[in-house]
């Protein structure tokens, strides 16, 4: 589960030219590390895969996988657009340089200071979630006099095998308005066709996240198109562009199945491709809105061990110096993560021990919790108080997530290249900690 450029020098973690050790007592620890040339090699997957000669394609990073300045320059040299889900995002993204016309603005729940801050930035589409928001919109675009460009999110109902907490579009799903709901499509029909400056573009989908099977992204493209082709029978409209979200899964574990982006890019592309023919639709443009895909693998993070305990009743606990304020999958979804012991590793030996012996920790944080569990039943054979501990694949949803629960600091991130270190986030100070507090408040 090591990144692409990771190496092995005399029983020690590297990556690039730093030893992982090294990394951890220069930033300090909690550290969110990435692999700058496994993100790049990823960039060039999607863009190689996800083409067609029919219609064009727009890459879209989902930026709550991570977001940082740093990742948008990386993202704007290489022609891949980002969304933002709320205005702190676009603040970001906007004080980033990034190009305002490659921005989509998603949200279930867009307050109207979120629609006008999108609308004055002149992003490309508003992602509308529902037609309550379509109403508001027409009236801010009216009142503003500026034309907006807009993708409708629709629910497709397709079943997606993942944590309940990450999908998307069952018929009690939160997002978008359902497939199923005429008399809702109906309304929003009405309003786009009396609003002057609000253009439908085209509809959106998102099924949910870390989705292994390939069959539910076909199934949904499958079943936007039916919808696309319905939708112009119906009301003469044709709408220009596909959106079909994010969701391709990563692997956590050496025994996750292997998910062949390539394979499922290209199969996407063949299925929307032979609909769009066989319906005759006139479609410009296909998108995607990869997170996880794009940054999860080439992310991992680095703790120290503080403290090693082995309770009355046997279960061995391996305390590191974080825990679920850097990465709350576990006791949110009970995600598993692969961990190492950085400094320590074995060289692949011929004549290894068939049968090894077994010594499961569970490796632990420092927050008052028994869900801050980080890794469960690892099998390490050595490990001492001070030696780094190394979780792969927490490139997505780690940082993005994390919070200052028990005081902790959010640690730095830093994004490495051969003999090149960018600290893209600084590691919180205590000052940042107390920074929105009022000191001054008497009784
Ligand atoms: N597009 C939309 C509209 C989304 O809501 C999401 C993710 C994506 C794209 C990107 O999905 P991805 O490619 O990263 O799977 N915190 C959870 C994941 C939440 C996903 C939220 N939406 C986790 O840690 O698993």
């Known amino acids: 589960m090591r990144t692409k450029s990771m190496t092995v020098k005399n029983g020690e973690l590297y990556i690039g030219d730093f030893s992982l050790s ?30 067609s000669d029919k219609f064009a394609t727009e890459i879209v990073y989902a930026s709550k996988a991570f977001l940082a300045p740093y990742l948008c320059k990386i993202l704007a040299g290489r ?13 970001l993204i906007e004080k980033s340089g990034f190009p305002n016309n490659r921005i989509l603005l998603h949200g279930n729940n867009k307050s109207n200071g979120e629609l006008e801050k999108a609308v004055e930035m002149g992003v490309e589409y508003v992602v509308v979630d529902s037609y309550t928001e379509l109403a508001r919109l027409k009236d801010l675009s009216e009142k503003k006099e500026k034309h907006i460009n807009t993708l409708f999110r629709i629910n497709p109902g397709i079943y997606a095998d993942t944590h309940a907490y990450i999908e998307t579009s069952l018929l009690s799903s939160k997002f978008g308005e359902s497939i199923h709901d005429e008399e809702i499509i109906d309304k929003v029909v009405d309003i786009y066709r009396r609003a002057k400056y609000l253009r439908l573009d085209g509809f959106h989908c998102h099924i949910g996240s870390q989705i292994n099977n390939p069959k539910s992204f076909i199934a949904a493209a499958q079943t936007m198109l039916n919808f696309t082709k319905r939708f112009a029978q119906k009301y003469g409209m044709e709408v220009d562009v596909l959106n079909l979200g994010g969701g391709f899964a990563i692997k956590y574990l050496e025994n996750d199945a292997e998910v062949d982006l390539r394979w499922v890019l290209t199969e996407i592309i063949k299925t929307v491709e032979s ?26 993070t680095l703790y120290r061990v503080g403290l ?21 999958r576990p006791a949110l979804y009970q995600a ?19 049968y090894p012996s077994f010594n499961f920790y569970d490796v632990v944080g ?67 900690l107390v920074a929105t507090c009022d000191f001054g408040v008497t009784e």
């Not at 990435?34 to 090699?41: F, L, P, Q, R």
């Not at 891949?80 to 995002?89: E, L, M, W």
């Not at 066989?278 to 940054?295: F, H, N, Q, S, W």
């Open 79 to 91: 022609d891949i657009s980002i969304d933002a889900v709320s205005v702190g995002d676009l603040h």
């Open 336 to 354: 598993k993560f692969t961990v190492e012991v950085a400094n320590r590793v074995a060289e692949p030996d011929d004549d290894s021990d068939p």
């Open 275 to 300: 609909r769009v023919e066989k319906y005759g639709l006139k479609l410009k443009k296909l998108m995607i809105e990869p997170g996880r895909a794009l940054v999860g693998d080439s992310g991992f």
């Open 366 to 432: 420092k927050c008052c919790e028994s869900a801050d569990i980080i890794a469960e039943a690892v099998n390490i054979d050595e490990v001492r108080i001070g030696d780094i501990i190394v979780v792969y694949a927490t490139g997505a949803y780690c940082y993005s997530m994390s919070m200052n629960y028990n005081g902790l600091q959010r640690g730095a991130v830093i994004f490495v290249k051969g003999d090149k270190i960018t600290e893209a986030i600084r590691r919180q100070s205590l000052d940042d």
């Open 308 to 328: 090693l305990k082995k309770t009355f009743g046997g279960k061995k606990y391996i305390f590191i110096d974080g825990g679920m304020s850097d990465n709350i």
């Open 22 to 51: 090294e990394l951890s007592a220069r930033y300090r620890t909690p550290l969110y590390v990435y692999d700058e040339e496994g993100i790049i090699e990823k960039i060039n997957i999607f863009k190689e895969y996800f083409r």
